[in-house]
């Protein structure tokens, strides 16, 4: 099978890219002309992998498959053979490789040589920050006379993982926190922060940091308050002035400009800090880690924060799960005996773990009832007790169908997802219109969110938005009301929700960053964003000529909304079964809601959703190993 040029290929490879069939044609010509079919193909799937989220091709998966086939074309796609015989294509291939080829053949793995330049990276400087140094016996006085100040007193006899996560983490280069929404990871990094500036005599420079605005500001607000309850609880505010008032995002940290080649801060010019903190490390791919480890100084700690089953980063890698293990599998001897001296927990012993430096924090405070239930059916993949729990908190037909519910979740019939989605929009959605304040206009936006799969289709982004906008005019909207309080679909309006989709450095808005149409003292509708300044949460202003492309936000894809969280949650999924359903998507999408959780979905739907978990192909953990043996 031959392609006479991009679009033919195109035509018969559904998901194949132009640029995926130039690039081959380049190696192509690099390797000395013509190419089998089989190679050809191969070399394709590696470029079509790393668009799917991975770094690598793994060759044993792609055996006996059949990939990029049109729903409705018989004639296309193309179908790999048996293992015995792309083995044999990848010896051949590899013996064909050369330095101006930019292809990596490990193993059974086809990485583009970036990716494998960034795994090789990312595994050395991981290892080389895995092993403990020693805590004197000076610093464990200082920590033993603070403990009780940083966590109080201790209750009952279960291992508080809290306690354990921050000791652990002393002495250590690298640490991993890992743990759901609500198991308090930024309660623990404060308490670990403050304790790592109570051990060390001398002043440290503390740098934090997240992969997007909203994520940043969400750790500023929860750092701030950490720190707050910590003065109440005895400790000194000129001990905790070390710990930032604002994290940054990680392209500001690292200095992108996009009028600038590069980043400002590299290997050769590193970052002035002596920890660097990072949240949501599941949403970090793996250049962008690779590119912050290499701006870390070697002697600076590393603190890493996130959920491993939330949805993993849009671009290639999932470093976090490569890096962690779903649960505590217990301590080296040497961290348990520290453990114990210093936090008086004592934890498993496991002498033959590589996770040592990590702590998985168990116990949700947030969720007690059925969302923390219906998130952990859905990421254990049950998707018939998930839907049984759901379908408990359906109505019945005598029963009013409304969002001003007692139970923390409920399930909407598929069927009536259109009377729901008006009544959800007018009941939660007015508030905003409502409101006499900015305040208070912020406030009823963060207490509601309509979460969805895709951006397009009925049930996507494009349309529901604007669905949206349509019923707001529609019931708030009279004949006597000034021009200026009117919705205006598809206009700039007071109230409207919006949410930046390009970066714009020079004002500082970035892709995700969320506001609010709002008319200023003169009566100028003006572009408004929450902020945070010296841990004081405020608003800035953008004149509406300087905004960058922004779309109407009441309804959002669930990859924007990581790193936020809302007091009601509506989830609406698509009618039919979707690629991008996984129990991951679900969980994350779950996981943003603080009180109340809707879900409108339909049970084939929902199971379908449950049985596609998330899979990504990466070398990472194994070379990790490698470099620690």
Same mark, same amino acid.
């Not at 070399?43 to 729903?71: F, I, K, M």
């Not at 595994?123 to 006379?145: F, H, M, T």
């Not at 793996?286 to 100084?297: H, Q, V």
């Given at each position: 099978?031959?392609?006479?040029?991009?679009?033919?290929?195109?035509?018969?490879?559904?998901?194949?890219?132009?640029?995926?069939?130039?690039?081959?044609?380049?190696? *192509?010509?690099?390797?000395?002309?013509? #190419?089998?079919?089989?190679?050809?193909?191969?070399?394709?799937?590696?470029?079509?992998?790393?668009?799917?989220?991975?770094?690598?091709?793994?060759?044993?998966?792609?055996?006996?498959?059949?990939?990029?086939?049109?729903?409705?074309?018989?004639?296309?796609?193309?179908?790999?053979?048996?293992?015995?015989?792309?083995?044999?294509?990848?010896?051949?291939?590899?013996? @064909?490789?050369?330095?101006?080829?930019?292809?990596?053949?490990?193993?059974?793995?086809?990485?583009?040589?970036?990716?494998?330049?960034?795994?090789?990276?990312?595994?050395?400087?991981?290892?080389?920050?895995?092993?403990?140094?020693?805590?004197?016996?000076?610093?464990?006085?200082?920590?033993?006379?603070?403990?009780?100040?940083?966590?109080?007193?201790? @209750?009952?006899?279960?291992?508080?993982?809290?306690?354990?996560?921050?000791?652990?983490?002393?002495?250590?280069?690298?640490?991993?926190?890992?743990? $759901?929404?609500?198991?308090?990871?930024?309660?623990?990094?404060?308490? %670990?922060?403050?304790? %790592?500036?109570?051990?060390?005599?001398?002043?440290?420079?503390?740098?934090?940091?997240?992969?997007?605005? @909203?994520?940043?500001?969400?750790?500023?607000?929860?750092?701030?308050?950490?720190?707050? *309850?910590?003065?109440? &609880? $005895?400790?000194?505010?000129?001990?905790?002035?070390?710990?930032?008032?604002?994290?940054?995002?990680?392209?500001?940290?690292?200095?992108?400009?996009?009028?600038?080649?590069?980043?400002?801060?590299?290997?050769?010019?590193?970052?002035?800090?002596?920890?660097?903190?990072?949240?949501?490390?599941?949403?970090?791919?793996?250049?962008?880690?690779?590119?912050?480890?290499?701006?870390?100084?070697?002697?600076?700690?590393?603190? #890493?924060?996130?959920?491993?089953?939330?949805?993993?980063?849009?671009?290639?890698?999932?470093?976090?799960?490569?890096?962690?293990?779903?649960?505590?599998?217990?301590? #080296?001897?040497?961290?348990?005996?520290?453990?114990?001296?210093?936090?008086?927990?004592?934890?498993?012993?496991?002498?033959?773990?590589?996770?040592?430096?990590?702590?998985?924090?168990?116990?949700?405070?947030?969720?007690?009832?059925?969302?923390?239930?219906?998130?952990?059916?859905?990421?254990?993949?049950?998707?018939? &007790?998930?839907?049984?729990?759901?379908?408990?908190? &359906?109505?019945?037909?005598?029963?009013? &169908?409304?969002?001003?519910?007692?139970?923390?979740?409920?399930?909407?019939?598929?069927?009536?997802?259109?009377?729901?989605?008006?009544?959800?929009?007018?009941?939660?959605?007015?508030?905003?219109?409502?409101?006499?304040?900015?305040?208070?206009?912020?406030?009823?936006?963060?207490?509601?969110?309509?979460?969805?799969?895709?951006?397009?289709?009925?049930?996507?982004?494009?349309?529901?938005?604007?669905?949206?906008?349509?019923?707001?005019?529609?019931?708030?909207?009279?004949?006597?009301?000034?021009?200026?309080?009117?919705?205006?679909?598809?206009?700039?309006?007071?109230?409207?929700?919006?949410?930046?989709?390009?970066?714009?450095?020079?004002?500082?808005?970035?892709?995700?960053?969320?506001?609010?149409?709002?008319?200023?003292?003169?009566?100028?509708?003006?572009?408004?964003?929450?902020?945070?300044?010296?841990?004081?949460?405020?608003?800035?202003?953008?004149?509406?000529?300087?905004?960058?492309?922004?779309?109407?936000?009441?309804?959002?894809?669930?990859?924007?909304?990581?790193?936020?969280?809302?007091?009601?949650?509506?989830?609406?999924?698509?009618?039919?079964?979707?690629?991008?359903?996984?129990?991951?998507?679900?969980?994350?999408?779950?996981?943003?809601? @603080?009180?109340?959780?809707?879900?409108?979905?339909?049970?084939?739907?929902?199971?379908?959703?449950?049985?596609?978990?998330?899979?990504?192909?990466?070398?990472?953990?194994?070379?990790?190993?490698?470099?620690?043996?």
């Amino acid at each position: 099978m031959s392609y006479a040029n991009s679009n033919s290929c195109q035509q018969r490879l559904a998901g194949i890219e132009a640029i995926d069939y130039f690039l081959v044609q380049q190696w *192509q010509t690099q390797l000395g002309g013509h #190419l089998d079919e089989l190679t050809f193909h191969l070399l394709l799937a590696t470029c079509w992998s790393q668009r799917q989220g991975h770094n690598c091709l793994d060759v044993d998966w792609l055996a006996t498959q059949t990939l990029w086939q049109h729903p409705e074309q018989d004639e296309s796609g193309f179908s790999f053979p048996a293992i015995d015989s792309l083995q044999a294509s990848l010896r051949a291939l590899a013996d @064909k490789l050369h330095q101006g080829v930019p292809i990596v053949i490990s193993g059974q793995h086809i990485y583009l040589q970036r990716l494998w330049q960034c795994e090789i990276n990312i595994a050395k400087q991981l290892a080389n920050r895995a092993s403990r140094q020693q805590v004197s016996a000076e610093s464990q006085r200082r920590l033993s006379d603070h403990w009780q100040a940083l966590f109080g007193a201790t @209750k009952g006899d279960d291992i508080d993982w809290q306690q354990v996560a921050v000791a652990n983490a002393l002495g250590r280069p690298l640490s991993v926190i890992s743990g $759901g929404p609500g198991t308090g990871k930024t309660y623990t990094v404060t308490r %670990l922060l403050a304790a %790592l500036i109570i051990a060390e005599p001398s002043p440290v420079r503390i740098l934090m940091t997240a992969p997007t605005g @909203k994520a940043a500001q969400r750790l500023s607000e929860s750092i701030a308050a950490a720190k707050s *309850q910590l003065i109440e &609880q $005895g400790l000194s505010g000129d001990l905790l002035a070390a710990i930032p008032q604002q994290a940054a995002t990680l392209h500001r940290l690292l200095g992108y400009r996009p009028d600038r080649v590069g980043l400002k801060y590299h290997a050769e010019h590193q970052l002035p800090c002596d920890i660097l903190l990072v949240d949501e490390v599941s949403m970090v791919d793996t250049a962008m880690m690779a590119r912050l480890l290499d701006a870390l100084p070697s002697n600076a700690k590393l603190v #890493l924060l996130g959920d491993v089953d939330q949805l993993p980063s849009v671009d290639a890698g999932c470093v976090l799960a490569d890096i962690t293990c779903r649960q505590n599998s217990g301590y #080296l001897s040497s961290s348990a005996r520290l453990i114990a001296a210093i936090s008086k927990q004592e934890v498993p012993v496991a002498d033959d773990t590589m996770f040592d430096y990590q702590t998985m924090l168990q116990k949700s405070h947030r969720f007690a009832g059925d969302i923390g239930q219906i998130a952990q059916l859905v990421i254990q993949c049950q998707g018939n &007790q998930s839907w049984q729990l759901l379908a408990r908190s &359906q109505p019945t037909n005598d029963q009013q &169908q409304q969002l001003a519910f007692d139970n923390q979740v409920q399930l909407v019939a598929d069927d009536d997802w259109q009377t729901w989605l008006r009544q959800a929009v007018i009941s939660q959605y007015s508030a905003i219109f409502n409101a006499r304040s900015l305040t208070d206009a912020f406030a009823a936006l963060a207490s509601f969110r309509l979460l969805v799969a895709t951006r397009v289709g009925e049930r996507g982004v494009e349309q529901l938005n604007q669905r949206i906008e349509q019923l707001l005019a529609q019931h708030l909207n009279q004949a006597n009301m000034p021009s200026d309080r009117q919705i205006k679909p598809g206009l700039n309006y007071r109230g409207k929700a919006i949410m930046v989709t390009e970066n714009d450095y020079g004002i500082e808005l970035f892709n995700g960053d969320v506001g609010l149409i709002w008319p200023d003292e003169q009566g100028r509708l003006m572009a408004w964003f929450d902020e945070q300044s010296d841990g004081q949460l405020g608003f800035r202003r953008v004149s509406l000529s300087r905004l960058p492309p922004v779309e109407p936000v009441y309804a959002m894809t669930i990859h924007k909304t990581q790193g936020s969280e809302f007091g009601h949650v509506a989830v609406l999924l698509p009618q039919q079964r979707h690629q991008l359903l996984s129990p991951e998507l679900l969980y994350t999408g779950i996981t943003r809601a @603080k009180k109340r959780l809707t879900i409108c979905a339909n049970q084939e739907v929902w199971r379908h959703a449950l049985a596609q978990r998330i899979v990504r192909f990466s070398g990472l953990k194994s070379r990790i190993e490698e470099f620690l043996d």
